[in-house]
């Protein structure tokens, strides 16, 4: 486990975030609003705030990821998932949710809107070639296996 400092931006009317069953990959984030609510027509999208900032410690990244029932039900999602947190951001974690949906959606303060994974990154080297070794797969992409 990974001990992740945490910050209310907003005092304690911002909903700190928490996993909602005991094997919970993410934990939820909830809205944390100027005002009471917030309507997202079909097609449209905005950044939602969380009210929370996170310090994360080196070697990782937190994404900020869809809810599926929100998803399901209402056509909402994201519109860069995941979204990465780096670990040296210390601004306001958002949510950019879209409606894709045929109804207009009101986000009111306190929903859940998304959820947020912790995960260990791996940083590449990367070392410039001239050619790149085989595989079987080659170059294939795309749905090259077929449907």
């Known amino acids: 486990m990974v ?12 909903t700190f975030p928490r996993y909602m069953t005991p094997l919970s990959a993410g934990m939820d984030l909830f809205a944390s609003l100027e005002g009471d609510e917030v309507t997202l027509a079909p097609g449209r999208w905005r950044l939602i705030p969380t009210g929370v900032a ?4 080196e070697g990782y990244e937190a994404q900020v990821r869809p809810r599926s029932g929100l998803a399901l039900k209402h056509g ?3 519109l860069n998932s995941p979204g990465t947190v780096d670990a040296d951001y210390r601004g306001e974690i958002g949510a950019i949710m879209i409606n ?3 109804e ?3 986000i009111r303060d306190g929903d ?3 959820q947020l994974v912790v995960h260990q990154v791996c940083r590449a080297e990367l070392q410039e070639v001239d050619d ?3 595989s079987s797969r080659g170059e294939g992409g795309f749905g090259h296996t077929g449907l």
């Open 3 to 14: 001990r992740v400092p945490v910050k209310r931006l907003r005092g304690e009317r911002t």
């Open 54 to 57: 996170i310090a994360l410690p």
């Open 76 to 78: 909402l999602t994201l």
């Open 100 to 102: 894709l949906g045929d």
């Open 104 to 106: 207009p959606f009101v």
């Open 112 to 114: 859940r809107i998304a």
């Open 132 to 134: 790149l070794p085989a």
